[in-house]
């Protein structure tokens, strides 16, 4: 993603389509000027020319999840004209969305890349998990968990996908710190981590975890 190519970015809540927005961004030509990114397009010319001069020579972000309108045909000619050397990066849940909102002769310069959920990619969810807790501080892998316990989350389908996986790393590291939580009851358990014992019990059968947790 080097290039200078106009970007498409298509995928579901939760599959992290902001932060890879700012990875192709840090490793572009463009990474010296700072990402703007915006999620509405005022009507005004005056904000829009606004929004242009401070885009210019970086990367230009529209997410178009929250826009009903069809952005101003006036407003992409200039964005995507080469006298402002935007790179502009659009987010949307589906192709159907950019085709509604984004006009033809400008949709079709962008390069689309599609980010699957993870519930297609089940072979990722181990390494993933693993990146997570290393971000967190965790003093434990995957790998020590049981068994069992690894084949549950690598199996399990994360509909909200790494709002819930960040989720589960989220609270198995809370757990980890809690000492003799395998000996609790499910009232000590939640006590000890500071929520509702049905809502940490039914996270807890709800990814399929099983007692003990850990190997």
Avoid at 3 to 23: F, K, M, Q, W
Avoid at 50 to 71: M, N, Q, Y
Avoid at 101 to 109: D, K, S, T, V
Wanted: include cysteine; aromatic fraction near 6%; glycine fraction near 6%.
């Amino acid at each position: 993603m080097k290039s200078a190519n106009h970007v498409l970015i298509t995928g579901e809540a939760g599959c992290d389509l902001d932060r890879l927005t700012r990875a192709i961004h840090a490793v572009s030509l463009r990474r010296a000027r700072e990402l703007v990114a915006i999620s509405e397009l005022p009507g005004e010319r005056a904000k829009q020319r606004e929004i242009l001069s401070r885009a210019k020579r970086s990367t230009l972000v529209i997410d178009l999840g929250a826009i009903e309108a069809p952005l101003d045909p006036a407003f992409c000619s200039m964005v995507f004209s080469p006298d402002y050397h935007v790179r502009v990066i659009a987010l949307a849940s589906a192709t159907n969305t950019a085709r509604k909102l984004i006009p033809l002769e400008h949709l079709e310069q962008l390069q689309h890349l599609w980010v699957r959920p993870l519930a297609l990619r089940p072979g990722d969810i181990s390494a993933l998990l693993d990146r997570i807790l290393e971000e967190r501080g965790a003093a434990f892998r995957l790998g020590d968990l049981t068994r069992a316990n690894r084949d549950a989350l690598c199996a399990h389908e994360w509909r909200d996908n790494f709002n819930g996986l960040r989720l589960a790393a989220e609270r198995l590291v809370e757990i980890s710190r809690v000492n003799g939580w395998e000996d609790m009851d499910w009232r000590e358990k939640s006590a000890a981590l500071g929520m509702a014992k049905t809502t940490l019990y039914d996270w807890f059968t709800g990814v399929g975890l099983t007692l003990p947790l850990f190997a």
